[in-house]
């Protein structure tokens, strides 16, 4: 059974940095690639960042480029999203997922917050 743990959202200054985790089981974590997405109210979902199983490639939506990293470890089967330069328009929940034989996986989501 895949299960997916976000951890580390908060509450943050504008300018401030962030990095949340995702302990992931229940599949073999170093084959998929890994996805971080994030929901604001009244918007649709929107992906932040993904991250192949090897981590050997990373891809960013234009709006965090420069300011997100996502990265991974496979010996803790966890995805990373380092996120610095915060800004007010990043406030949402934040969400792990992993797409496997055509089905997607979510976690629970953690709660991200920029405000001053």
């Known amino acids: 059974q895949v299960q997916l743990v976000e951890s580390g959202g908060g509450l943050v200054q504008p300018g401030g940095s962030l990095r949340l985790s995702c302990a992931a089981s229940?599949?073999?974590?170093?084959?998929?690639?890994m996805y971080w997405y994030r929901q604001s109210p009244g918007k649709e979902r929107e992906l932040v960042a993904d991250?192949?199983?090897?981590?050997?490639?990373?891809n960013y939506a234009d709006s965090v480029k420069g300011r997100f990293t996502i990265s991974r470890d496979n010996a803790k089967n966890t995805v990373y999203l380092q996120m610095n330069s915060l800004k007010s328009e990043d406030t949402a929940v934040y969400l792990c997922?992993?797409?496997?034989?055509?089905?997607?996986?979510w976690g629970q989501g953690t709660q991200v917050t920029v405000s001053s």
């Open positions: 997922n992993v797409k496997i034989m055509r089905r997607d996986s």
């Open positions: 229940g599949f073999r974590f170093n084959v998929y690639g």
């Open positions: 991250i192949s199983g090897t981590g050997g490639t990373t």
